[in-house]
């Protein structure tokens, strides 16, 4: 499941599934302030990570380690993943441990997920000298596979210190190295903990849009060293999936309590800021009123709960589609934060060239557009991953009407903004949109929304029609700057222009003599312009298949079931006013293009037009059985699939003569698709091959 760059996945080894998001709690062999078992049983850590460095060098823990396993020396049954000492070496200036010899020591402690000895890259240093980090770090890669073996996953650090260039070539050059059993598992980004240090976040988050755009995505990002709650929303919404911290412990010790708006200091403190079953039965004084030793473990506990809370949270708000807006808040409880956050809206909005450009248009263009939940109203809305996809599909796919209801065809007259109401504009506004097209056919007919103008035929969308804002803003009119911007972009700035305000549609009242007609080529307007805004089926193609159409309503006056002639096709989605196709609706528009995409091997391009139909998605022959009979399309069968593919929208399912086996929803990218092995990469709706398989 994914929204945008944040995405819930599975890592699976030899010690259980991680499930990201999550937190890897940073376990000192030597100082344990919260028991690895403890963790385990009560704050449900799956995963932990430890320093093998640390351990190799002890004697007494090297041994231990060795006859019995880092799992029975630490006492956990769960995921264990190691550092391999590249730190150390940040700290101290040099480790005494071989490249190849720290590889073999966690191979033979029994670690989950190993990590190789990379050359850590200082913000401070030179380019030649980040450089040099970048080769060295790539040149030990082989042999650091080599020494893993079959059963060690190993971490590929990407360096490359502040410079982005260096960060994507870093992430290239260690996603290509490939050993006898497998490439690098996960790839951390290294080099980072003395920017958050410095809270110098918006390099922090520059780093990682960089590093993404080189790195698969069935390849997870481990952000090493990142373990504050406050910065997780927003590192997960740019495609973050792993972090590890001893912040929890570290902050304890020195009387600190992490939230998930900052750190607070317990010395400040009469009452909690944020509460914790760890120290629910305590005040501020009695805490600091203990020894320190059992303090430091009271305040661990507390912040390592706080920390899975968050997480929690965040994992949630992928779900539901809210992670953006939760990254939002919280950026606003740290002006570096907000200075970073407010960075990243840039990149969004005017899109470079480069990785960070790169990283910011996939963003975009890997978010369903359309929500069923409502769209709470900030500053920021404008800029949220989602509702710029919309935006922009929008400006590139809608187009004006080719002909009116009344049959004629020539150039509209005029342009009608209606404002004055809110939702749902079938009841607050449709009086005054048949009123308009009444008067003057040749009208197309505008509604102003507190985040700008869109066309009348795509009232019930959401987000447009879901936005939970105070009731002034719907009777704010743009001003006259803004106007002009949104009706360029829909290509009607040469169009004169009037604003109504709305009115209800009591029967029998506006436009009463043509209302049948009027209606029915606004619900016929509305067919066309969600099939091409969200299928990218052309205009005229879609004008062509809804000729003749006719729609049953439900009892709140909304489209339930859409038939081109006589045959069911389309059913619109009450939720959140995108469409859902029939069998008989989808072997309609596999129709318009009944042939293959091209195969991943053979690259996946974009097209050149704006309508290149609905996207396809091309299916290994082994899977064909199941998915025509209706099984859903698994990763590892995918052979191709459109660029234009946009997920939670229709697309169809074809083999590779480009016969239709099934339709459904795309629920990944075709950038996923080429890469993942598991998961489900199209929920199928229906299979195309019901008769003909069941007759086999």
């Not at 001893?246 to 909690?272: N, Q």
């Not at 557009?369 to 989602?386: L, M």
């Not at 037009?609 to 290994?620: A, E, F, K, W, Y």
Request: net charge negative; aromatic share 6%.
């Amino acid at each position: 499941m994914r929204d945008g760059a944040a995405r819930l996945g599975r890592l699976h080894t030899r010690h259980g599934v991680l499930d990201t998001p999550m937190l890897l709690p940073v376990i000192n062999p030597n100082i344990r302030t919260i028991e690895p078992r403890e963790m385990w049983e009560k704050y449900r850590v799956n995963g932990l990570i430890t320093n093998s460095y640390v351990t190799w060098k002890h004697e007494k823990l090297r041994e231990s380690a060795l006859a019995d396993g880092i799992h029975a020396l630490l006492d956990y049954p769960g995921v264990i993943v190691t550092d391999s000492g590249t730190f150390q070496s940040y700290v101290y200036g040099d480790v005494e441990v071989g490249v190849e010899e720290i590889v073999e020591f966690q191979r033979d402690i029994g670690v989950d997920v190993g990590t190789m000895l990379d050359v850590f890259g200082r913000p401070d240093m030179s380019r030649e000298e980040i450089e040099h980090a970048v080769e060295e770090t790539a040149a030990r890669a082989p042999a650091s596979l080599a020494a893993a073996g079959e059963n060690l996953l190993l971490n590929g650090p990407v360096q490359g210190g502040l410079h982005e260039d260096l960060r994507a070539e870093a992430g290239r050059l260690m996603c290509e190295v490939e050993g006898e059993h497998r490439g690098f598992a996960v790839h951390p980004i290294g080099g980072i903990v003395p920017l958050m240090e410095r809270q110098r976040y918006r390099e922090l988050f520059e780093i990682l849009l960089a590093a993404r755009a080189t790195i698969p995505p069935n390849r997870p990002i481990h952000l090493f060293g990142c373990g504050h709650p406050l910065l997780f929303p927003m590192s997960i919404a740019l495609g973050a999936d792993l972090f590890d911290s001893a912040a929890y412990a570290l902050f304890a010790r020195d009387d600190r309590l992490l939230t998930p708006t900052g750190t607070v200091k317990l010395g400040e403190l009469t009452e909690w800021p944020t509460h914790s079953t760890a120290l629910f039965s305590y005040t501020p004084a009695e805490v600091r009123a203990m020894e320190r030793n059992e303090r430091s473990v009271l305040l661990a506990h507390h912040n390592l709960e706080i920390t899975q809370a968050e997480l929690a949270r965040c994992r949630e708000a992928v779900r539901n589609g809210t992670i953006w807006r939760l990254a939002e808040q919280r950026s606003h409880a740290s002006p570096r934060l907000r200075e970073a956050f407010e960075w990243v809206l840039e990149q969004f909005e005017e899109t470079e060239e480069g990785p960070v450009g790169e990283s910011s248009l996939r963003t975009i263009a890997s978010t369903d557009p359309v929500r069923g939940s409502s769209e709470q109203f900030s500053d920021d809305i404008d800029s949220r991953p989602h509702l710029l996809h919309l935006n922009a599909l929008l400006a590139m796919r809608w187009r004006r009407p080719g002909s009116w209801w009344d049959g004629s065809s020539n150039s509209p007259e005029r342009v009608v903004i209606l404002t004055g109401e809110g939702p749902p504009w079938r009841d607050t506004a449709l009086g005054t949109a048949i009123e308009a097209l009444a008067d003057e056919p040749r009208t197309v007919v505008l509604i102003s929304t507190p985040i700008g103008l869109i066309p009348f035929t795509l009232e019930d969308v959401s987000p447009w029609c879901h936005i939970d804002c105070p009731e002034s803003l719907w009777n704010m009119i743009l001003d006259e700057d803004e106007i002009d911007v949104w009706l360029d972009d829909l290509g009607l700035g040469d169009i004169p222009l009037d604003i109504h305000i709305c009115q209800p549609d009591p029967e029998g009242e506006a436009g009463a003599e043509n209302r049948a007609a009027i209606r029915t080529w606004i619900d016929r307007c509305a067919i066309v312009d969600k099939l091409s805004l969200l299928c990218a089926i052309s205009p005229e193609d879609a004008c062509s298949l809804t000729e003749g159409m006719t729609a049953r309503r439900s009892r709140t006056d909304r489209m339930i079931n859409v038939n081109f002639g006589d045959e069911h096709c389309i059913s619109p989605r009450l939720p959140d006013g995108a469409l859902s196709l029939t069998l008989i609706g989808a072997r309609r528009l596999h129709a318009l293009n009944p042939t293959a995409p091209s195969r991943f091997d053979e690259g996946v391009t974009a097209s050149d037009s704006d309508h290149p139909g609905i996207p396809r998605v091309l299916l290994m022959d082994d899977a064909i059985p199941f998915v025509g009979l209706g099984r859903n399309v698994i990763q590892g069968f995918v052979l191709g699939a459109d660029a234009h593919l946009i997920v939670g929208q229709p697309c169809l399912v074809v083999d590779s003569h480009g016969n239709l086996v099934a339709h459904g929803t795309a629920n990944a990218t075709a950038d996923d698709m080429a890469f993942f092995t598991k998961g489900i990469a199209v929920k199928v709706r229906d299979g195309a091959m019901k008769d003909e398989l069941k007759e086999t």
